[in-house]
Every structure is written in C-alpha cells, then in structure tokens.
C-alpha cells in the first residue's frame, strides 16, 4: 500500500512540474513531424529523416545556433527508434560516469536487447579524455552517440570522434517557423495576441526558438494572461525597437549598402543604428558587410574583406549592445575604402566562360602528377 501511495505522490508531483515547466519545455515536439525548422534534414527527403524513420541512424553531432532544435531531434530520435535515451552533462561528468554508462548500455543490449542513445549536449566541453573514452562503444555500435554544440565540431571535437560521427549542421529557424512556433504557443497558453507583437518577437530572437518561446511566455504575464499586445512583447524583450515592417526591412537594408557605396559614412551609420534599433540580428547585418567587402571594394582595398570578417567573428562573442562598436568600425572602413568591381567581373567571366561549353579538361600542364591517370609525371613550365 505504502509503494502505490508513493507512486501517486510521484505521479502528481511529476504532473505539477510539467505544468509549471518553460512554455519551451511543454512544447517540445513528440514527433518528426512536430518539429519546426530545419527541412534540409528533416523534411521528407531529408537525410536524417530518412535514417531516422529506417533505424540506421548511425552516431551524429549536431552543430548550430541555440534554440534551432539540437536537443528537441536527440529526444525525438530516443522516442521514433524505441532506444533508451541517457544525457551526459558535458560539464559534471567524468570518465567514471561515462565508463558506467557504457556498462549500463552494454547490459541492457545483452538483457533486453534494447540499444542505447547516449546524448552529449555541448560536447565541445568534453576534454579529450572523456570524448576518447567513447570511442570505443562508438565504434563497436554499442551505442548511438549524439552529441550537441553551438561551435564548430572540426575545432572542438577530437578527430577520431568525429571521424566515426556524421556532421549535421542546423540552421537559424527562419520567419515563417518562429510564428509557428509563437502561433503555437499562444494556442497551448489559450491567449490572443496581436500581429505586431508577433512580427516583433520574430525580429528579435535572431532565429533562436527558445528565445522565442521565453520572451512569449514573459509577454504573456505582462499581458495578465490575456491578450498580448505590442507593449508586452517589448517589455518581454526589454527594448522600444524602432520598428519597421517587413517591405521597410529590405529598403534599409538597401540604403545601408548604398550609403557605403557612395562613401557616404555619416548617412552608413545612420542606416546601420535604425537596422540596430529595429530589432535586426546582427548576425545578419555581419553577413551583408562580409558580401560588400568583395563586392564592392575588392581589391582596391583587401584589408576591407579581413575588417568585416573580424566584425562577424567579434558578433559571436559580443552582444548587444556593445556589437554596434564592432558593427560601426567596419561600416566606417568600408565608407571609407576605395571601391572596385574586379572581382565580381572576374568571377562574372569564369562564369561566362563555363555557360558558354568552354573546355572542363585540366590542361596535361596542370595536372596532378601523382593522379592515377597519370602514368608520367609532366615537365614543370616555368615563367621565362
């Protein structure tokens, strides 16, 4: 009588956290299908939808922003191929645990016959002890590793653990996801909100999901649990953007570029605060400088291209609102710098030569030597 009381105990309170837990957290998806974003690998084609719905998903590290769904496809994967699911916290543990996980694994396999996902979130944290101890149970198919990180896996993860995994890169959710995703939200919470408190939210999360989702569930507090107006999404996200809509989006960003081309700093910085103050991701902003710096300025100026690619790096390690120093620092460059189209007319002729059925045959000259076809190495050509 005693073990069935305990289990009721255990049962509500298990229900009071659910019910308590992130918006975020309620609304992880169940299944494949449930999952917003990333349709190069999860739509119908895609190849980890495709290894997932076969049961041959092999070891997989996951790669991209925060909030794109690394965890949420890890818990799916557990549920859609019936595997036990184990989380290793790259932070607490040790070799120690991850020796008796593998243990645990291995006996359920020999007992039940039931194959083990072990789930590693951020497993750049792991030293290379702890990723070498797993080596060997991945390479055995012991177990399915499938690690998480927001860096890039050919930087912190070993080697040979890579080697054995495949490498799947995940994407910023795009517009249309996130207000599903919002839309989404605001159904389970059973409130109204406005269009423009939407479009804001989605402007502001930077294609994080899970900021989407928090920043909702704060606007709706605000709101008293009712109807989410504009006010409440700005005071969830702290900010009194300078809004603009969509069609406005793309003529500041238009008049940023412009400004730069026609060397035209003061007016460059004007446009490149109001993208700021309208809530732009300025990972986005990076990327338009990062295309400018060879389009327009080239090389009449290469140490153009190595400023903007300094201002995209410093804006994974900065945020707002110190970024917009970094942000500035390249627009005033690129103002400043002398502009040159070479290199788009050059690649422009590649281009045209290649539309026009020019030769594809490597030149003999040209070749690699120690190809295979190759059964004489040619002479070297020097310059006379």
Known sequence: MTDRSDDLFAHAALTKLQEQAPLAARLRPRTLDDIVGQPHLLGPAGPLRRLIESDRLSSVILWGPPGTGKTTIAEVIATVTKRE???????????????????????????????????????????????????????????????????????EVNAPLRSRSTLMRLEPLGETDLERLIRRGVRTEGVDIDDDAVELIVQRCGGDGRQALTSLEVAIALSGATHVRLVHAEGALATSALRYGRNDHYDVVSALIKSMRASDEQSALFWLERMIQAGDDPRFIARRLLVFASEDVGLADPSSLTTAVAAAQAVEHVGLPEVRYNLAHAVMHLSRAPKSRTVVDAIGTAHESLSGAASVEVPQHLRDGNSPHESVIAPRRYAQ
Do not use: C, M, W, Y
Not at 113 to 125: G, K, M, Q, S, W
Not at 136 to 153: C, F, K, Q, S
């Open 85 to 155: 699911f184990v989380r290793l916290s790259a932070v607490t543990a040790g070799v120690k645990d991850v020796r008796e996980v593998l243990e645990a694994a291995r006996a359920r396999l020999g007992e039940h016959h039931r194959r083990t996902i072990v789930f590693v979130d951020e497993i750049h944290r792991f030293n290379a002890t702890q990723q070498d101890s797993l080596l060997p149970a991945v390479e055995a198919g012991l177990v399915t590793l499938i690690g998480a990180t927001t860096e890039n896996p050919f930087f």
